[in-house]
């Protein structure tokens, strides 16, 4: 941990994960986001968006184009350990948004930006992590990597950071689109929260929730005054970094977190169910 911080300085905040490490946030600067998965001192995962990230042999905002033309991306992924074999299998829509690379004993998931035709982010990974996080389709041979149950108490703090990381990436990718930065507004994360937590409910039960009611009227029920509203809403991404990337390539996710309207976001993340709620204050 003392090489870390020497090459990189203390974090802004240290958040846990569901995968057994801790992201080391370093958001200083919108330009310069970063963050570091830390697991026994080590890192095991780093994830790159701010424009002047350091994602080499990749560049945030290269073209797709030039990546294709100069590196050809499987459709699948092997991965031995030890007596266990692995396979990766992505699909077309992965390919084109989500491919992963591999660059010796490391992984490389590029986020790519279908709208601009770029890359949004970068994700490197050693094999265990990629193992846990199982963001592709999965076969093998052996046992899998296993993944602590966590507590209610663990979960909370996977929250919050999560929560914290939707809202920093939130802001980065706009200012990419020279739109104002957000504000946070706690009553609207609640109301967000509520309703992730409900969504899991739903699915737990199987059946449609008579008590939801519309975006307005939980807010209203929130006692949140605005005059404009807007949501994003996503189930079973491995965490804020993958849901981001999902929501902002999708057409109708990417213009709420691209509007002008709002002034102020709330995020309520309950396991693996995620709420953005946009507001414009009164």
């Known amino acids: 941990m003392k ?5 990189f300085g203390e974090p802004s905040r240290i958040d846990m994960s569901a995968y057994g490490y801790d992201w080391w946030i370093y958001n200083r600067d919108v330009n310069d986001y970063f963050q570091l998965a830390v697991e026994k001192g080590k890192v095991v995962s780093a ?4 424009d002047k990230v350091n994602v080499a042999p990749f560049e945030i905002g290269q ?13 699948t992924v092997d991965i031995e350990a030890g007596d266990n074999t692995y396979r990766f299998e992505l699909s077309e829509e992965d390919m084109n948004m989500r491919p992963l ?40 041979h052996g046992t899998l990597v296993p ?4 507590s ?3 979960w ?3 929250r919050e950071g999560n929560e914290k990381q939707i809202f920093d990436i939130t802001n980065i990718v706009r200012s990419r689109f020279d739109l104002k930065p957000l504000g946070w507004d706690d009553s609207t994360a609640e109301v967000a929260y509520l309703n992730s937590q409900e969504m899991k409910g739903i699915q737990e039960k ?37 849901v981001m990337e999902g929501w902002l390539n999708s057409e109708g996710h990417r213009e709420t977190i691209l509007s002008e309207e709002f002034t102020d976001l709330g995020v309520g993340v309950y396991k693996k169910f995620y709420t953005q709620n946009f507001i414009k204050k009164k």
């Open 147 to 150: 993944v602590k149950d966590l």
């Open 101 to 140: 690379i591999e660059l010796g004993d490391i992984y490389v998931q590029l986020y790519l930006d279908k709208f601009t035709g770029t890359v949004s982010s970068v994700r490197f990974l050693n094999n265990s992590t990629l193992l846990k996080q199982q963001p592709y389709e999965l076969t093998y």
């Open 47 to 50: 994830y790159g968006i701010g």
């Open 63 to 75: 073209s797709i184009d030039a990546i294709y033309s100069s590196l050809y991306v499987e459709p």
């Open 3 to 7: 090489e870390i911080k020497k090459e």
């Open 156 to 158: 909370n703090k996977v």
């Open 152 to 154: 209610e108490e663990e």
């Open 206 to 242: 199987n059946q449609v929730s008579e008590t939801k009611g519309d975006l307005d009227d939980r807010l209203k029920s929130g006692e949140v005054q605005y005059s404009v509203a807007g949501e994003n809403i996503a189930a079973n991404y491995v965490d804020a970094v993958a």
